[in-house]
């Protein structure tokens, strides 16, 4: 545990399955299934959904499209959707995030208190899911800490927290890289996303040449990370490898 930091530290010496970014309901429409596919192959214990698993592109702080839905169109989307991924991983641990905690931090704006507004497990129906601001994993090689996305410069966040470290948030992130001392060996993982970079949510990054990368990751039950990149033709279709 790192001296003053009160984070629950979770998937002792078990598999981990890292989700990244989903952005319901914006999410490619294939990426529970391939996510479903990694889980299997590595018998994943745990399941960790590294934040911004719902856009909420409607109360965004940013201008968004006119032609998408409404917040309370949206809203009804993402919990249809959610439904599906409760279906598959009715115990999950989700990481709170920039879109994630939208609704709350309107609330906050508005100066409305915010015990008027039901917890997310409620409102999604996920009696079993756990949010967490951030978690540590106890590998057989160490803690790792998992957070939304603090830093996107390679090893500078395992630097600072004094362990591994994972992180979503970075659509076009999807790397493991190491820092080795006499001391010790960290790594640094990001895990990619599961967006649909054609949709209206994700305009604003159409003309960027970094891309989003389709993904997720994986820790063994040894502490080794793995990075399962999702790979699609050129007509946006999962190929169905893992």
Not at 29 to 49: G, H, N, P
Not at 132 to 141: A, G
Not at 153 to 159: E, F, G, I, M, S
Not at 176 to 186: A, G, L, P, T
Request: hydrophobic share 40%; aromatic share 10%.
């Amino acid at each position: 545990m790192i001296l003053g930091m009160k984070i629950p530290r979770i998937g002792k010496y078990k598999s981990v399955l890292l989700i990244g970014d989903v952005h319901l309901p914006s999410e490619h429409w294939q990426y529970l299934d391939f996510v479903k596919a990694v889980s299997k192959k590595y018998k994943c214990e745990v399941t960790i959904q590294m934040g911004d698993l719902e856009d909420m592109a409607a109360i965004s702080f940013h201008d968004s499209d006119c032609a998408m839905p409404s917040a309370g169109d949206e809203l009804l989307q993402v919990i249809e959707k959610v439904q599906e991924w409760y279906k598959a991983f009715p115990k999950m641990h989700i990481i709170d995030s920039n879109h994630g905690s939208l609704v709350f931090r309107r609330l906050k704006a508005s100066g409305i208190p915010l015990t008027h507004i039901k917890p997310l497990r409620e409102i999604y129906n996920t009696p079993l899911w756990i949010w967490h601001d951030d978690l540590f994993l106890q590998t057989k090689r160490g803690d790792v800490y998992l957070t939304h996305g603090k830093s996107s410069v390679p090893n500078k966040l395992a630097r600072e927290i004094g362990c591994s470290a994972v992180q979503g948030h970075y659509h076009s992130l999807m790397s493991i890289s190491y820092c080795n001392s006499v001391f010790y060996e960290r790594f640094s993982m990001h895990v990619g996303c599961g967006v649909d970079r054609d949709s209206l949510a994700f305009a604003y990054g159409k003309n960027n040449i970094p891309q989003p990368i389709l993904g997720c990751g994986v820790i063994d039950e040894n502490g080794v990370p793995h990075l399962c990149k999702m790979h699609v033709d050129k007509n946006n279709r999962w190929d169905g490898l893992v």
